[in-house]
């Protein structure tokens, strides 16, 4: 089956304004979209819009058709209730690329007892003959706001000669609140290799010409067995909460570092784009482009 694991190491890495580095190791789920009911059916510890110990909500991902922060409001955007893959195509076509039948895999960390915190969770999309087509890379922070950057095939560089994977390489102002100690205008730099046998996924920030933190992602394919996945259970358990502890413990680390602290409430106006917004952004009051 084209679903799997990916077994993997998280690094960051702080260059200024104080150096700070930390890795640990996670497992995430690369998911064929095409592939949730089978999924659902031969996993015991998975399950699919229910509980189980990993639970995939198709719910919990690209939530466009709630209030938008400071931006175009999608009055159009498919409901959160219909299938994820429906809402992956239809967020393609409004940008002007068409799905048209090919296969999107999710590499994602579902709900774990029913707790779910992706930091990132990444959708690489083919067209129906197998080449690689979009990326979308689904920020999200923690007040539980999102935000998708779109990587079309401008983007893409082919592969090298040496057989190194198809990537998405691109730059833009993030204007999205995600870290105390990032600004809302620092660059995401993103460079995401196509997922094959490895996975190989970078965001670097930049302000300006400098890169300030660079964030890592690699790992190897696992078959997504029913023993595979009871193993990980047992290596990582409770992973989500885990993933939460530890960025609020070294944001405490970086703190005592007197790395410059931002309010998430100072700079509402260049928050952008910013779906499920948090109440320091007055999501009653949704701000709109003209």
């Not at 190491?9 to 200024?16: G, K, N």
């Not at 579902?110 to 067209?127: A, E, K, Q, T």
């Not at 595979?228 to 259970?233: K, Q």
């Amino acid at each position: 089956m084209p679903s799997c694991l990916y077994e993997c190491h998280v690094m960051h890495q702080r260059f200024t304004p104080a150096a700070h580095r930390f890795v640990y190791r996670i497992f995430l789920f690369g998911i064929d979209l095409d592939e949730l009911d089978e999924l659902d059916r031969r996993l015991p510890l998975f399950s699919v819009d229910r509980p189980n110990l990993f639970s995939f909500r198709q719910s919990d991902y690209l939530k466009l058709d709630g209030p938008v922060h400071n931006g175009a409001s999608e009055t159009a955007a498919p409901s959160s209730a219909i299938p994820l893959k429906q809402r992956v195509a239809a967020f393609l076509r409004t940008r002007g690329i068409e799905l048209g039948g090919g296969r999107v895999t999710l590499v994602t960390l579902p709900r774990v007892l029913g707790h779910i915190f992706n930091p990132v969770s990444f959708y690489f999309c083919h067209d129906r003959h197998g080449a690689p087509l979009a990326a979308i890379a689904e920020v999200t922070n923690t007040f539980r706001e999102s935000k998708p950057f779109l990587l079309g095939t401008e983007r893409l560089v082919a592969p090298g000669a040496a057989g190194a994977p198809a990537a998405f390489r691109h730059r833009e102002p993030k204007f999205f609140y995600v870290s105390p100690f990032s600004d809302v205008d620092v660059a995401f730099d993103f460079h995401l290799k196509v997922p094959g046998a490895a996975l190989s996924l970078q965001i670097d920030d930049y302000t300006g010409a400098n890169r300030m933190l660079t964030s890592m992602l690699t790992g190897r394919r696992e078959s997504l067995s029913r023993s595979r996945l009871a193993w990980y259970a047992l290596k990582y358990p409770l992973l989500s909460l885990r993933i939460v502890a530890l960025i609020h413990w070294h944001a405490l680390l970086l703190w005592f570092k007197k790395v410059p602290w931002f309010a998430k409430a100072a700079r509402p106006a260049d928050q952008r784009d910013v779906h499920q917004p948090h109440s320091s952004l007055h999501p009653g009051r949704p701000r709109t482009s003209p």
